[in-house]
Every structure is written in C-alpha cells, then in structure tokens.
C-alpha cells in the first residue's frame, strides 16, 4: 500500500517562510511517471487544490498561491517539495501531498498555522 508522509509544518510568522516535504512509500514503482499535487485544508474547509507539478516538471498553481508557492520533485527519493514564501494567515490549514489528480489515501498532513 503506497503511504504518503508529510513534514515540515510550523507556526511561522505573516511573511515568513516554510518547506514542505511529502515521501512517498518505496514500493511505488511508477513515481517519476506520476503527476503529483499539494492540497490544503483549511478547519471547516474542504480540501482545495494548491498546485501540482508534472512528471516532467511543469508546474501548476492555484491563483491563491501563484508567485508564492514553488513546488518541485526528486524523483531519486520519492520525494515531492513545497517551498511557502510570503506565508499569510489564510495560508493556515493543514497540507497534504498526493498524486494529481488525488488518488491514493490521504497522509496525516503537516500543519501549517501562520499566526503573527
């Protein structure tokens, strides 16, 4: 069964910064081939797309995000990243990786609180 890992979550201050770090379980043989996304969830919220990156790099993100978020990928150690810049308080909510569009069970997430 694939396991999805997330880390890196904190309580920062508006303006600052933070990096995400999504694992994926080893017995996925198939991950560079695979698109994989970053989502968010927000308390009372549904779960919302953040942005996605392609198997060959090509990067997409939710106009929430755009100009602040960069996603990237090391294919190497199954690993997905999510670089936050310019955190704002509605960028609270705890984050979660997973192919795109979303497919396997969702991890525990990392949380994020940006709080001044």
């Known amino acids: 069964q694939v396991q999805l890992v997330e880390s890196g979550g904190g309580v920062v201050q508006p303006g600052d910064s933070l990096r995400l770090s999504c694992i994926v379980s080893r017995n996925i043989f198939s991950f560079s081939a695979m698109d994989w996304g970053w989502y968010r969830q927000a308390p009372g919220d549904q779960r919302e797309f953040v942005g996605r990156i392609t198997s060959d790099g090509h990067t997409r993100y939710s106009n929430s995000v755009s100009a602040r978020f960069i996603i990237s990928r090391d294919n190497s150690k199954n690993a997905v990243y999510l670089q936050m810049d310019g955190l704002k308080p509605e960028d609270t909510a705890v984050y979660f990786c997973?192919?795109?569009?979303?497919?396997?069970?969702w991890g525990q997430g990392t949380q994020v609180t940006v709080s001044s």
């Open positions: 997973n192919r795109h569009p979303a497919y396997f069970p």
